[in-house]
């Protein structure tokens, strides 16, 4: 330790030291410095949205006010058709996401070790892949006529291309000595399976869940717009085609309210619990 700084531990001995306050209005703002820029972001650009209301002199079909918006989600919460269509389009969302997430796992898994599979299913996939749902529906519809089938079946369509890429990427990318050392351990293709190549393809795995689930979170106010008599897509369609702009703009904040859900209750803690499961790294920011 050079002079200086005995010097200057020996006169700040007898001292107290101040400690940072970890109560207090101070405190608590420190600790949610994010949510509340954010919402001050927010509240900022309500007023500028408020104020340019007048200045711009257009109608209300064009350009409703922040108040008339707000007006018509209450009385949309009054009626009790909100809560009803959000929740609509959230267990859709569910059973489509659940469905088409297994069936691109276990499909990515099977043709990721197989390459027989590969070879028989890989040009039929690439061929699928390249037909968008919005081409599908019309088909769909023919079939199965407007309703739940409708939406699910596109839904884990929109689903299963993604995650079905990422996952063959992620069997293959899992290095062959790590298979062959846990095959010299005796493990079983069970053991090698559970315990090698699938904490291995996880990280892709999840990267195929995210991209996926945004396609169908998308797919599914689509398809609630054209097949579907409730859910967030059908109030934004019906209050467009009612000329109620605002009613539409409540259907479009209740879309993104729904993803704010969808990410926080659901992709959030899954990769959590399995990072923390298999002592695995993700990048970014993910608290």
Same mark, same amino acid.
């Given at each position: 330790?050079?002079? #200086?700084?005995t010097t200057?531990a =020996?006169?700040?001995? !007898?001292?107290?030291?101040a /400690?940072?306050?970890?109560? *207090?209005p101070?405190a608590w703002?420190r600790?949610n410095?994010r949510?509340?820029l954010?919402?001050l972001?927010?509240?900022l650009?309500?007023?500028?949205w408020q104020i340019?209301?007048?200045?711009?002199?257009?109608?209300e079909y064009?350009y409703p006010?922040p108040?008339r918006?707000?007006?018509?989600f209450?009385?949309?919460?009054?009626k009790?058709m909100l809560?009803?269509y959000f929740l609509?389009?959230?267990?859709r969302?569910a059973l489509?996401?659940?469905?088409?997430? #297994?069936?691109?796992?276990?499909l =990515?898994?099977a043709? !990721?070790l197989?390459p027989f /599979?590969s070879r028989?299913f *890989?040009?039929?996939i690439n061929?699928?892949?390249a037909?968008?749902e919005?081409?599908?529906?019309?088909?769909?519809v023919?079939?199965?006529?407007?309703?739940?089938?409708?939406?699910?079946v596109?839904?884990?369509y929109?689903?299963?291309?993604?995650?079905?890429?990422n996952?063959?990427a992620?069997v293959r990318?899992?290095?062959q000595?790590?298979?062959?050392?846990?095959?010299t351990?005796?493990?079983t293709?069970?053991?090698?399976?559970t315990n090698?190549?699938l904490?291995?393809?996880?990280?892709?795995i999840?990267?195929?869940?995210?991209?996926?689930?945004?396609f169908?979170?998308?797919g599914?106010i689509?398809a609630?717009?054209l097949?579907?008599?409730s859910?967030?897509g059908?109030?934004?369609y019906?209050?467009a085609?009612?000329q109620?702009?605002?009613r539409t703009?409540v259907?479009?904040i209740s879309m993104g309210?729904m993803?704010?859900?969808?990410d926080n209750?659901?992709l959030k803690?899954?990769?959590?619990m399995?990072?923390?499961h298999?002592?695995?790294?993700?990048?970014?920011?993910r608290?």
């Amino acid at each position: 330790m050079t002079d #200086a700084a005995t010097t200057a531990a =020996g006169a700040g001995a !007898g001292r107290p030291v101040a /400690l940072p306050r970890t109560s *207090g209005p101070a405190a608590w703002a420190r600790r949610n410095r994010r949510p509340l820029l954010g919402a001050l972001g927010m509240l900022l650009f309500l007023a500028a949205w408020q104020i340019s209301v007048p200045l711009v002199g257009m109608s209300e079909y064009f350009y409703p006010s922040p108040a008339r918006v707000f007006e018509s989600f209450v009385e949309l919460v009054e009626k009790g058709m909100l809560p009803v269509y959000f929740l609509d389009s959230l267990w859709r969302y569910a059973l489509g996401v659940g469905i088409g997430a #297994a069936i691109g796992i276990v499909l =990515g898994i099977a043709i !990721g070790l197989s390459p027989f /599979l590969s070879r028989i299913f *890989g040009p039929f996939i690439n061929f699928l892949y390249a037909i968008v749902e919005s081409a599908w529906i019309a088909l769909f519809v023919v079939w199965w006529g407007y309703g739940l089938k409708v939406i699910i079946v596109l839904l884990v369509y929109v689903m299963v291309f993604p995650l079905l890429y990422n996952t063959i990427a992620g069997v293959r990318l899992v290095p062959q000595v790590y298979i062959n050392a846990a095959r010299t351990l005796g493990a079983t293709r069970w053991q090698v399976l559970t315990n090698v190549i699938l904490p291995g393809a996880l990280p892709n795995i999840f990267t195929g869940l995210r991209i996926g689930a945004g396609f169908a979170f998308r797919g599914l106010i689509f398809a609630e717009m054209l097949a579907a008599s409730s859910g967030i897509g059908f109030l934004i369609y019906e209050g467009a085609s009612t000329q109620n702009t605002a009613r539409t703009i409540v259907g479009m904040i209740s879309m993104g309210l729904m993803w704010l859900v969808i990410d926080n209750v659901y992709l959030k803690p899954v990769e959590r619990m399995t990072v923390e499961h298999w002592g695995l790294l993700v990048t970014g920011d993910r608290k």
